[in-house]
């Protein structure tokens, strides 16, 4: 076979004075390959070898084999040539003179290919010219051995096809091999850029599998900033689609307006299901910067909510053993769930409602289970807290994952949610204390969510009140947690307090009228003051309060029948037409009537608190009354029994038939009082 072949030596060669060209037509390889070998033992180093593809045979000698095409403006190989998989990288007819291991994978090459492209491969070669056949080891080369076949194909001049599969590699491996511009013009370097920048980062699905190829290439795929320009390129088609997806929601009225419709589409929204498929600590740079581009939270959450499905419940074996309790969180499956679990809350959007409720519970009940950090969990019990009056029951009923004797359910983790909703009413209430609408209003939507979440909680109360393990302390906390005026109807608190004392038995008096200083009598429904009064484990303290309001009751139902002579309570009158009035004011003129309304209901709450305190005094004096009765009664019966005694008594001075005139009297009185 002949060729033509160019030398050029940047060193001066000894016989001439300046670089060296020769031309051959008529040199077989073989004698061509023996002369370049004597060149290069004599230290002309820097020899540049250009081979036309003619004149080269490529065939892997590595165990690793390449999943890349070849193709190109060079013709695609003949079936023999994909067979020979087995044999040596060796130029025909010529053998090999140097030996590379790659993770255990051995190549035989030659030195001329590879010092022609690859910097390192030079230095490398140097190191070990006094021996016929080198052999190098490459040590931590990025990509392994199939990454270093790449590089050998290009170094021979064999064409093959770069995708988004293996691009990440090819610039990793021609970072790590020096094949830059300085030693060769076009070299795998540039071109693997090349590729990244005008394909791959035009296309979110390729920048997706490019990110993918870097989980094993960090932190080198870091510092070539490969990494960096993928998550670029995906926060950027994210927005893209999203702006796309708003202007695909501009609709018309029928009065000929511009407006959003309502119902969002998710059109915009088909990246989710793309970059679920990253690993954690890449999804999350990705999602770190979706959100600096200004993407929906409500896109951000469904991302996450996906990202967590899959995680935890689909790929883990958390959610699929039969005894959830065993789980050992320090195994290193847990450990990586533990990080999932913290990552998806350190993502979370600080909008409410960005996830549903039922998710942050789901997260919260694998942050206790898995033992994730204490900032965590009080995140998710902060975000909880902010939107708990669209919970449900089921919601709060989180199980306990610690030893034996505790309670059944995690208890304390819902007292703190409590907690945090109470704050958060507070500091509602004190932001919001000029505006009447938000505070005073008892159908505003902070008074509204109390009501709801006072009801969530009294069906919580009654729910772990059967639990033995459950202290008293502990419910009357939570009970407690939510003020005062939460409760308008305490049937609710009754019947959880009446369950706990059912379950408890043992409780001594002083612990049971702790537990029923919790209820407020006056505020019990007919059906629950008629049981209350009967119910023999509430203490006799309680049972006088509701016989005592059950009394008051009946004599207010007893003047409600003469109607001219009850006038209608000033908070109910207001109640009923405070919506009318606002509705005829102008906001100034509403204000200031809201603000006489409030006044007149604060003097209302002063009149209501004397009269409570009125009724404190007359239970404390019919309790007096019943004491004092009760020991009436028992000296009169210690003074009959007396009596009895000295009616038999006898006198030495008298006989048995004549009976003194004292006693004869006393026997009248006793029979008088019989």
């Known amino acids: 076979m002949y060729g033509v072949i160019k030398l050029s030596f940047s060193r001066t060669c000894p016989t001439t004075s300046g670089p060296m060209v020769w031309t051959a037509y008529d040199l077989k390889t073989k004698c061509l390959m023996k002369f370049l070998n004597q060149l290069f033992q004599q230290e002309h180093l820097s020899l540049l070898l250009c081979l036309s593809p003619q004149l080269v045979s490529f065939t892997p000698h590595s165990s690793q084999a390449s999943s890349s095409s070849v193709h190109g403006q060079a013709s695609p190989p003949p079936a023999a040539y994909v067979e020979e998989r087995q044999s040596a990288l060796v130029f025909r007819d010529v053998p090999s003179d140097i030996i590379i291991e790659v993770d255990g994978g051995a190549f035989s090459l030659h030195k001329f290919p590879l010092v022609s492209r690859s910097g390192r491969m030079r230095k490398l070669v140097a190191e070990h010219r006094e021996a016929d056949v080198s052999k190098i080891e490459l040590h931590g080369l990025p990509g392994g051995a199939e990454s270093f076949e790449l590089a050998a194909k290009f170094c021979y001049g064999i064409n093959f096809e770069i995708t988004a599969a293996n691009v990440a590699q090819l610039c ?64 950027s088609k994210a927005c893209v689609e999203q702006i796309a997806s708003s202007f695909s929601r501009l609709e018309y009225s ?7 419709s309502k119902q969002p589409k998710c059109e915009g929204d088909w990246w989710i299901e793309d970059i679920s498929v990253l690993r954690v600590d890449l999804y999350q740079r990705v999602i770190t910067a979706i959100k600096c581009r200004g993407v929906r939270p409500e896109s951000i959450g469904a991302s996450l909510v996906n990202y967590a499905e899959k995680e935890l419940i689909k790929k883990s074996s958390l959610w699929n053993q039969p005894n959830q309790a065993a789980v050992d969180p320090v195994s290193g499956a847990s450990s990586h769930e533990r990080l999932v679990v913290e990552t998806i809350v350190s993502l979370l959007p600080v909008e409410k409602f960005s996830v549903p409720i039922t998710f942050l519970f789901g997260m919260l009940r694998s942050a206790v289970m898995l033992d994730c950090s204490v900032s965590c969990r009080l995140d998710l019990e902060r975000r909880i807290g902010s939107q708990l009056d669209i919970a449900t029951l089921d919601d709060l009923l989180i199980p306990s994952f610690r030893h034996a004797g505790d309670t059944l359910f995690d208890v304390e983790t819902v007292h703190r949610i409590l907690v945090n909703f109470s704050q958060m009413e507070d500091s509602d209430e004190d932001m919001d204390e000029e505006s009447v609408f938000e505070s005073d209003s008892p159908s505003s939507p902070s008074q509204t969510a109390l009501f709801k979440v006072s009801k969530l909680v009294d069906n919580y109360l009654a729910e772990i009140a059967p639990d033995a393990n459950l202290k008293l302390n502990v419910f009357v906390a939570i009970a407690e947690t939510l003020p005062a005026h939460a409760r308008t109807v305490h049937d609710g608190l009754y019947r959880a307090i009446d369950i706990y004392l059912k379950a408890h038995q043992a409780l001594s008096e002083p612990d049971k009228r702790k537990l029923c200083k919790l209820i407020d009598f006056q505020k019990l429904s007919q059906e629950a003051g008629v049981h209350a009064a009967q119910n023999e484990r509430l203490p006799v303290q309680s049972i006088v309060q509701v016989l005592y309001y059950e009394q008051l009751r009946l004599r207010n139902s007893l003047f409600c029948s003469y109607p001219d002579e009850d006038p209608k309570p000033i908070h109910q009158s207001w109640r009923i037409n405070s919506g009318a009035r606002s509705a005829a004011m102008s906001p100034r003129d509403n204000y200031a009537s809201l603000r006489r309304e409030n006044r007149d209901l604060k003097l209302e709450l002063a009149r209501m608190r004397m009269r409570l305190n009125d009724l404190e005094k007359d239970h404390v004096y019919m309790k007096r009354n019943l004491d004092r009765s009760s020991s009436r009664k028992l000296m009169s019966s210690f003074s009959k029994k007396i009596f009895k005694l000295n009616i038999f008594a006898r006198t030495p001075s008298r006989g048995p038939s004549s009976p003194s005139k004292h006693s004869q009297i006393s026997e009248s009185k006793f029979t008088e009082r019989t």
């Open 172 to 235: 990793c491996v021609s970072d790590y091999l020096e094949m830059t511009e300085e030693y060769s013009k076009n070299n795998l370097g540039s071109r693997a850029a090349e590729y990244l920048d005008s394909v791959v980062c035009k296309n979110l699905e390729m920048c997706v599998v490019v990110l993918q190829q870097c989980e094993n290439l960090l932190p080198l795929a870091d510092e070539l900033q490969i990494v960096v320009r993928c998550i670029d390129a995906i926060a």
């Open 254 to 260: 029928s009065s000929g307006r511009l407006h959003m």
